[in-house]
């Protein structure tokens, strides 16, 4: 992935109205972890094993998530099946992930404050103190049909949006096959009490302190936890 200055339009607008997951309004939010474990999603949900570790972090979740997303599937329309990508992340790599990211805005905006890149940087990899993924409170999927093939959703799973222009925004003008797909999707999984964040159509949480905001909940039911 590299980050062109050309692509400087797609930074965030704070007109936009979008809650990144570093504003204060979600970083100020508590966690009253209510110790549910994480489950491996294999054998009860389709995985792809493209970002697959060999100790199998990815396909986890905490088991409050993982029972509302086979409520989820169950009310897809026939012939269309989730598709897990990544659930559980080690802090390690959700670091990793946010600073190589950042360094890659940095040497595309080296005019732009720090301050800020970590804000421009938050919109597609949280930072390690909120993050979800470390939680096992959020999952990267998306949607195929019976034989396994990815529907058409507008932009790859983790496109950037630099890479994708903004597409990568669920909210984004996408092809009309792609919107349906996007709808069908977040239908499905609002209906089971999941949140989006709005930059990327892919990523799905409860429980977080990004669901807590969304929600309005007191406090998140699940902070960082080990595999």
């Not at 930074?11 to 970083?27: E, F, K, N």
Request: charged share 25%; with cysteine.
């Amino acid at each position: 992935m590299s980050v062109s200055p050309h692509d400087r339009s797609v930074l965030p607008d704070p007109a936009a109205g979008v809650v990144l997951i570093s504003d204060l309004r979600v970083t100020s939010i508590g966690v009253d972890d209510c110790g549910e474990k994480l489950s491996d999603v294999r054998g009860r949900l389709r995985v792809d094993e493209r970002l697959a570790d060999p100790a199998g972090a990815y396909a986890h979740l905490r088991e409050g998530l993982l029972a509302r997303l086979e409520e989820a599937q169950d009310r897809l329309p026939a012939g269309c099946n989730l598709v897990v990508v990544e659930g559980y992340r080690p802090p390690a790599l959700q670091r990793r992930y946010f600073e190589e990211y950042k360094d890659e805005l940095r040497a595309a905006f080296p005019d732009m404050p720090d301050g800020d890149l970590h804000v421009a940087a938050s919109r597609y990899v949280s930072p390690i103190e909120v993050a979800p993924h470390t939680a096992g409170a959020a999952v990267d999927l998306t949607l195929c049909d019976d034989d396994g093939v990815e529907l058409d959703m507008g932009t790859a799973v983790n496109a950037t949006p630099e890479q994708s222009r903004g597409a990568c925004y669920t909210a984004a003008e996408v092809g009309a096959r792609a919107r349906r797909n996007r709808d069908v999707l977040s239908a499905a999984l609002e209906a089971c009490g999941l949140v989006n964040y709005p930059t990327e159509w892919w990523h799905w949480s409860y429980g977080d302190r990004y669901w807590a905001m969304t929600r309005r909940a007191p406090a998140a039911l699940y902070g960082p936890v080990e595999l």
